[in-house]
């Protein structure tokens, strides 16, 4: 399959301030990622806040600059790629859709801007698919002059997803497009989600931590874990058999329904990693209750293993 977007050994560090006479301290966000999103495909990358999925999404749309490593689209280097067509086949659905839509400007407007900035047709022309494009996601033309502040939050969303798809793009960031939003209508935005994706045939890069989410829609999973992807595979395979240590505590976490059984325990510890200060060797070994002799000096790759790839000393034992 066709490789649309993919990253080669990208990082992104930040200058971190720790008062007004202290150094800064480099905070490294991204840290040697590599992945490639093939045509037609879901791709989910999961794991705990601040493990780096965000700034990693933002590098595939070309809102951040990595530090280092490259982002190409299509075979070229995004840097070499004027803003405008980077936005033409890449768009982005943000978290929050109450602060990504412009609260002064009409729904159709908003939704009819992608093709006002590539200045694809007249106006009656962009109004009319604008319109179109709101009913195929579900929300009716009565809408269309209707304004932000008089949607609900799944309305919103809808208009958001509209905005993504009126310029057909090859790849849609979806950056925990559900988790603002009530979850009687999580699964509604989901499922549109998935019918748009088989409809259109747009590529889709899932950024979530609901494990239960990603299970529902992804084909295949990276799994990030302090800047860093610790596992990568076909869902079915990843949900079935996880592979490394971090991926299975992240699976046994989630909660049950059945009751008296409470909050699972992990065996993780109730402290999270310093990302300013990460660990020798691996970085999840200080929370790994399988850890020997390599872990805390070695720091493991990733490499082919069950079908996908893994960075763990325990996959070679």
């Known amino acids: 399959m066709t490789i649309l977007i993919e990253t080669r050994d990208v990082s992104r560090a930040f200058a971190v301030g720790r008062g007004l006479f202290a150094k800064k301290r480099m905070l490294h966000a991204v840290n040697g990622v590599s992945l490639a999103v093939r045509e037609g495909e879901v791709l989910a990358i999961v794991g705990e806040s601040g493990c780096g999925k965000s700034t990693l999404a933002k590098m595939l749309l070309g809102l951040l600059a990595p530090s280092a490593g490259a982002v190409l689209i299509g075979g070229t280097d995004a840097r070499s790629l004027a803003r405008v067509e980077i936005a033409r086949r890449v768009q982005p659905v943000f978290q929050d859709p109450y602060s990504s839509l412009n609260p002064r400007r009409r729904i159709a407007d908003i939704v009819a801007l992608p093709l006002e900035v590539h200045r694809v047709g ?4 962009r109004r009319r698919r604008a319109v179109e494009m709101l009913e195929r996601v ?8 209707a304004y932000p502040g008089q949607l609900s939050g799944g309305q919103r969303q809808r208009v958001a997803i509209a905005r993504a798809l009126v310029m057909q793009p090859e790849i849609v960031i979806c950056d925990e497009p559900t988790s603002a939003l009530d979850v009687s209508v999580q699964s ?43 596992e990568e595979a076909e869902a079915g395979a990843l949900f079935g058999a996880p592979q490394h ?17 409470g909050v699972p325990d992990l065996g993780l510890g109730p402290a999270f990693p310093d990302p300013l200060s990460p660990p020798a060797g691996c970085a999840f070994h200080p929370r790994c209750n399988r850890r020997f002799a390599p872990c805390d000096a070695v720091e493991p790759v ?13 996959a070679g034992v």
């Open 122 to 125: 007249a106006s009656g022309e």
């Open 138 to 145: 579900g929300l009716p033309a009565r809408l269309a002059p």
């Open 302 to 314: 990733l490499q082919p293993r069950a079908g996908g790839r893994v960075a763990c000393h325990l």
């Open 188 to 230: 509604q935005i989901l499922n549109l989600l998935m019918d748009l994706q088989r409809e259109l045939g747009t590529t889709l890069v899932f950024i979530s931590h609901n494990l239960a989410v990603v299970e529902h829609i992804a084909t295949r999973v990276a799994v990030m874990y302090l800047g860093r992807v610790v």
């Open 245 to 261: 240590p971090y991926t299975q505590a992240l699976l046994a976490s989630a909660l049950t329904p059945e009751p008296g059984l």
